[in-house]
T-cell receptor, first 114, second 111 residues
């Protein structure tokens, strides 16, 4: 199947700093990518839809100025958590489709804000 | 988007067959049923997808009755490494689009 890669796998940052997470489709082009957040023992919650060449679409309750999404190419979307706080600590996962009805997920990024 | 309901947790032993049932009463005509597996601290992994009747691959089987209001994921002869959370999702024909994840089923396989 298609491969979606996230980087980094884990990151620790200080409160108030910004962190960038990359999501790459390695062997296919993705005009749309999706960003999810998952807290411990909970399900995945969709944060936003990343559209290549246009603005991202955010789900209700997700602050677009805090979670900046850039989808500058057909193989790369980035999520930047700005001015991170401990409550932003979570597992962030991206996904993309390769044209069919199957979604391919990255391995996730564990963010810990101290 | 069709809502799905599945058991919160299930227990099994190695070598047994595990069947996880998911209900999706409001599934639309063009929707597919898709199952994902997630291990701790990893992204979900596609297991199987079907529209009706039965689908089988090297990992699992998916049984879908004629009314399509439910589906059953069957894992033959589970092993310890099958311990994971299993999500049942309903996906529109136009593509996976935005996936709505329910709580999933935590399967614990014991020796």
């Amino acid at each position: 199947g298609a491969v979606v890669s996230q980087h980094p796998s884990w990151v620790i940052c200080k409160s108030g700093t910004s962190v960038k997470i990359e999501c790459r489709s390695l062997d296919f082009q993705a005009t749309t990518m999706f960003w999810y957040r998952q807290f411990p023992k909970q399900s995945l919650m969709l944060m936003a839809t990343s559209n290549e060449g246009s603005k991202a679409t955010y789900e209700q309750g997700v602050e677009k100025d805090k979670f900046l999404i850039n989808h500058a190419s057909l193989t790369l979307s980035t999520l930047t958590v700005t001015s991170a706080h401990p409550e932003d600590s979570s597992f962030y996962i991206c996904s993309a489709g390769a044209g069919g009805t199957e979604a391919f997920f990255g391995q996730g990024t564990r963010l810990t804000v101290v | 988007l069709a809502k799905t309901t599945q058991p919160i947790s299930m227990d099994s032993y190695e070598g047994q067959e595990v069947n996880i049932t998911c209900s999706h009463n409001n599934i639309a005509t063009n929707d597919y049923i898709t199952w994902y597996q997630q291990f701790p601290s990893q992204g979900p992994r596609f297991i199987i997808q079907g529209y009706k009747t039965k689908v089988t691959n090297e990992v699992a089987s998916l049984f879908i009755p004629a009314d399509r209001k439910s589906s059953t994921l069957s894992l033959p002869r589970v092993s310890l490494s099958d311990t994971a959370v299993y999500y049942c999702l309903v996906v529109g024909e136009s593509g996976y689009s935005t996936l709505t994840f329910g709580k999933g089923t935590m399967l614990l396989v014991s020796p």
